[in-house]
């Protein structure tokens, strides 16, 4: 006695079909996040929020040097501690620029290259 052919077989391929587009989205997610890069600033203690939110406007000008959105600091006092610049699509000159700029600020103790495996830029 047959178990429904026609509905079993389309079913199952069906269900295959959906699992290969789901890896495969996965992995295009997965290789969109290995081409991100960061430029993590810290800065020196008593380093007012006025003063990082003034370096931070001073140097988003730079070409393809993304500042992370301020926070609410209303809710959360401490969230530009360290402020990232995302430089994911920055030439290595853009880079240097946004270094340059950076650096020209006493507060500013340094700036870190990360790329998405964390072992640095």
Do not use: H
């Not at 295009?28 to 370096?55: H, P």
Request: hydrophobic share 45%.
């Amino acid at each position: 006695m047959p178990v429904l052919p026609r509905v079993v077989r389309p079913a199952a391929a069906a269900v295959a079909a959906f699992a290969v587009l789901g890896v495969l989205s996965g992995c295009s997610k997965f290789d969109a996040a290995l081409g991100q890069r960061q430029a993590v600033v810290s800065f020196r203690g008593g380093t007012s929020t006025a003063e990082r939110i003034a370096i931070r406007a001073a140097c988003a000008e730079k070409p393809a040097a993304v500042p992370q959105a301020l926070p609410d600091l209303k809710k959360y006092p401490y969230a530009l501690q360290q402020l990232t610049y995302t430089i994911s699509q920055a030439s290595d000159a853009q880079v240097a620029a946004l270094e340059q700029c950076l650096q020209k600020y006493p507060a500013v103790a340094g700036v870190n290259l990360q790329d998405s495996s964390d072992t640095g830029g």
